[in-house]
């Protein structure tokens, strides 16, 4: 990872390389990435632990992979509200493109059609925030403004989509 890639960090979203240091970490010198969130927030972190927590934004199969989850049928509401939503908790802290669009894919639905059970405070919670990280790097990945990128995944989610 360079300066001035782009990152994303698990369920933080969208940072920036700004610097490669050498700090001391628990009294041991380090290399370490320091990564400027787009939420203000900088982030450093040891080279190991940064393999391991950032990835490459989105490239052009997993947008196309994105769009494919995002208009596929919304999974089954099968067992407890519970393991729902320790489940989708893990989705999101994976930062996982896939997974945050099923996250959005399913809770974009969550008030269609009315015989559907409605989701909880907490669940709606957990769409938004999927919502946001996704819109985030769409815009960084497609190179397009937040507006744009909200509406392209509304048309992913529309029954009768054709794709963008």
Known sequence: MAVGDAVVYAAHGIGRVIAHERTRVAGTERDCIVVELATGLRVTLPIEEATERLRPVAGKAEIEDIRCTLASQPSSRDGTWTRRLTDNKAKLASGRPIELAELVRDGGRMDEPASRPRHSHTERLL???????????????????????DAWIEAQLAPSNEGD
Do not use: F, K
Not at 135 to 144: H, K, Y
């Open 127 to 149: 769409y938004v925030q999927a919502r946001e990280l996704l819109v985030r790097e769409l815009c960084t990945a497609r190179g397009i403004e937040p507006d744009a990128a």
